[in-house]
């Protein structure tokens, strides 16, 4: 059909991709070795990384997902990772991504900021050349380690500032609402960054209000708690603030499934009907199961969508990507 050809034709641009949750076991074991740092992640062979990727909620993969990132030490390390997920994107015919990082999960470790930055950057950079693949780095802060820490974390990063597009927020939602970071994001948006949050994955609907109203960012990461808030609903359908939804994600870590599988396939229905800006991301890869062409299968399985969704599922991945608009144009 026609719809089908078109995104066959143009590709999808993936917007709430964690470079760190990329980390093939392959690979993890690999920079272990090559940097004789065994010891220091809690498997013995890839059979036990696999068992061990079985998630009861958010925590329960975060605790594996920093643990994982011990083997990432120099610039060849995070080049390397970040190339495997290009090489990986441009098969799923991602044509743009916009990438997350968490230089405090190194900086933490004793690892510089530029020393993770430069790898990332470097690959990014050969997958224009070499793939076709345009990209936008944003930087999250661990909402974990507080306001303090994020403010330094932004501090530190205004000198790389003309190569990050924006700021976001991720890990442990829950006890850690937006409105701690209100402060930084006013700052962050006077540098002229975008800004995004993770909102209403574990966290409750008001945490995306607070997202919107407080932090006043562009796009919701997950926001699937929305689906409890009619008004909030409503409001982000008439403000078209984009979500980018990690349908994989959300069946790992077990918030999709607490529902009935008919009520979630409804009430997303009823959210693509009230015309919201969705988008299908595959969030942290190596440890759900699936990159995102995986995570559009599953979910156009799983809902039955048509052809013509499914379409408008990628116009929408362009038009809630911060590209400039007269590249994006060139996608719708
Ligand atoms: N949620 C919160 N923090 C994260 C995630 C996530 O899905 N992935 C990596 N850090
Ligand atoms: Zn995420």
Redo the contacts with the bound molecule.
């Keep these: 059909s026609q719809p089908r050809a078109r995104v066959a034709a143009v590709g999808r641009a993936e917007l709430h991709l964690?470079i760190?949750?990329t980390l093939e076991p392959e690979l993890l074991f690999e920079l272990a070795a090559r940097n004789e740092v065994l010891e220091k992640i809690p498997y013995k062979s890839l059979d036990e990384v696999r068992a061990a990727y079985n998630f009861q909620n958010?925590q329960s993969?975060?605790d594996l997902?920093y643990a994982g990132c011990a083997v990432l030490i120099t610039e060849q390390d995070f080049y390397d990772m970040t190339w495997a997920y290009l090489e990986r994107a441009a098969a799923d015919k991602v044509v743009h991504t916009e990438i997350?990082f968490?230089p405090q999960t190194h900086t933490s470790r004793g690892v510089p900021f530029a020393t993770a930055f430069q790898g990332i950057t470097k690959a990014l950079k050969d997958a224009e050349a070499k793939l076709s693949i345009s990209s936008h780095i944003i930087m999250?802060f661990?909402r974990h380690l507080g306001s303090e820490s994020a403010m330094a974390t932004l501090q530190e990063a205004l000198p790389y500032k003309e190569q990050i597009k924006g700021v976001g927020l991720?890990?442990?939602?829950l006890g850690f609402p937006p409105s701690l970071f209100q402060e930084v994001f006013q700052l962050a948006a006077k540098e002229g960054f975008k800004l995004v949050a993770?909102a209403g994955?574990?966290g409750p609907a008001e945490y995306v209000w607070e997202a919107v109203n407080l932090l006043k960012v562009d796009r919701i990461?997950?926001g699937v708690k929305s689906i409890e808030d009619a008004s909030l609903c409503a409001h982000l359908s008439k403000a078209q603030t984009p979500l980018t939804v990690?349908p994989l994600?959300n069946v790992k870590?077990s918030f999709v499934t607490a529902l009935p599988d008919e009520q979630l396939v409804e009430k997303l229905q009823v959210l693509l009907r009230q015309g919201m800006c969705i988008t299908i991301n595959s969030?942290?890869p190596a440890y759900f199961g699936g990159y995102v062409n995986a995570n559009y299968v599953f979910l156009a399985q799983s809902l039955g969508l048509d052809a013509e969704t499914l379409y408008q599922l990628h116009r929408n991945s362009f038009i809630a990507s911060f590209l400039s608009d007269d590249v994006r144009d060139k996608y719708l």
């Design positions: 964690h760190e949750g958010l993969f975060l997902y997350f968490d999250c661990l991720d890990s442990s939602e993770h994955e574990e990461d997950h990690c994600s870590l969030d942290d």
